[in-house]
């Protein structure tokens, strides 16, 4: 499947310093670094410095409740999101996001002055809502914002974007749980007011659907939204395409410190650059994919994608030991272990071809739907990405109690791409394409 071969322009990111890109870029990715910076440091303390400790929660299970309180806008709000991002100017709807994105940092400030942990868990689900409530917008936009030709790399970019802030984020989050509350303080504001300030300079753009009828009904709406999405064949596959890319993206990095500790006997430090690597990962492939798409949309390319995951996921799995490492390493004493480098080698290629699979999936589901659609299409997107990071959860949670062993969970992951690959190629036009582009007819 492929879009119409627009004029491409001379430079390929040329687009990228313009005023129709650079303060969405900005806005989404100052929000993704504040919503990861806090629900990081939240979680650190909560883990590491008895935040909240009492007789009759322990630490790790108020972690389960946080994780809860932050997905649980998801589910809620994804519907009402949508149907904002369709009634007014998105980028009105994007400020007005921003500001209280001030307040709830504001808050959160407030609950760690006062060590309050009722405070800072109403922070997070508020944090939750505040990305709910963006998430559709950030992707419905971007078709508005871009030419046909720019928006495979426009998707690349916020893709790869996204996953820096979210890396910057936990890394960040975990140095300032041990730094003085007022420094934390001032980042976490501080960070709030650029995402404002970069919101303030998105062109403003008419109303898709300004007639929508807000649906307070959460439940009626949310049922309502994904009948209507289920009919829409292409968007509906897009959709499980990208879920499963989230399930896989939440199975590998929750897991990961886990998996750095007792599987390669590596410390924070050797965990912060598995993180990287795979980070870095996703947004070299993501960028390799759209210069290898030509300004056209080739559903072909994610099946590469799949293939290379699985390939990937297997030697991760095949290179890393079965039993427990009780020596701890830092970074040089880990790189001199046997294996090492070839670890961090399979980091990288999951991260890569996990940008090669998504990629085209984000473009499909942006292409696949109508004008007044889109914003309820990314909307559902974000319902069902939500459910599957929860069975991603429900599946570790099982199968590492069953076998203690994360390697197992890596494989059945790894192995999973294939019936996935399997239901996206029941799709006509990614066969045909795939066929166009291994001849070379594209």
Not at 308 to 329: I, K, R
Request: hydrophobic share 50%; glycine share 8%.
């Amino acid at each position: 499947m492929s879009t119409p071969d627009l004029l491409p322009s001379k430079k390929q990111f040329a687009f990228l310093v313009t005023k129709r890109f650079l303060p969405l870029f900005g806005t989404q990715f100052f929000g993704a670094l504040n919503d990861n910076l806090f629900k990081t440091t939240l979680f650190v303390l909560i883990s590491f410095y008895g935040l909240g400790n009492s007789s009759w929660i322990s630490g790790s299970q108020m972690l389960n409740i946080g994780a809860l309180l932050y997905i649980l806008p998801f589910f809620l709000f994804s519907a009402l999101s949508g149907e904002i991002c369709n009634k007014f100017d998105k980028a009105m709807v994007a400020r007005w996001i921003k500001f209280a994105e001030i307040f709830i940092m504001l808050l959160a400030v407030f609950g760690f002055v006062h060590q309050s942990l009722f405070v800072l868990l109403c922070s997070l689900f508020l944090m939750g809502t505040h990305s709910t409530l963006f998430g559709p917008l950030k992707y419905s936009i971007l078709p508005e914002y871009l030419e046909g030709h720019e928006l495979l790399n426009g998707n690349s970019l916020i893709e790869s974007g996204t996953f820096l802030a979210i890396l910057f984020g936990q890394i960040l989050g975990t140095l300032l749980a041990g730094a003085h509350i007022y420094v934390l303080a001032t980042i976490l504001i501080i960070i709030a007011l650029l995402g404002q300030l970069s919101s303030v300079q998105m062109p403003r753009v008419p109303a898709q659907f300004p007639q929508q009828v807000i649906e307070i009904n959460i439940v009626r709406s949310t049922s309502q939204l994904l009948k209507q999405t289920y009919q829409q064949k292409n968007v509906w596959m897009s959709i499980m395409g990208i879920s499963w890319f989230w399930f896989l993206g939440s199975v590998y990095i929750t897991q990961l410190p886990t998996f750095t500790r007792l599987n390669l006997g590596g410390n924070d430090q050797v965990f912060n650059l598995l993180l990287t690597l795979f980070s870095v990962g996703i947004g070299i492939g993501s960028i390799l994919c759209a210069r290898l798409s030509k300004h056209k949309l080739h559903l072909s390319l994610l099946v590469f994608g799949a293939i290379g995951l699985t390939l990937a996921g297997l030697l991760l799995v095949w290179l890393s030991p079965n039993s427990p490492v009780t020596e701890m390493a830092n970074i040089s004493s880990f790189l001199g272990r046997p294996n090492a480098w070839c670890i961090l080698f399979s980091i990288i290629l999951i991260g890569f071809f996990g940008g090669f699979f998504s990629l085209p999936l984000y473009t499909w589901l942006q292409t696949a739907s109508t004008d007044d659609f889109r914003s309820h299409a990314i909307a559902a997107n974000n319902i069902i990405n939500g459910l599957f990071m929860v069975l991603a959860s429900i599946l570790s949670v099982v199968l590492i109690w069953l076998f203690d062993n994360i390697n197992v969970l890596y494989f059945i992951v790894a192995i999973g791409n294939l019936p996935v690959l399997y239901y996206l190629c029941r799709n006509k036009e990614l066969r045909i394409d795939f066929m166009r582009f291994i001849l070379r007819k594209h």
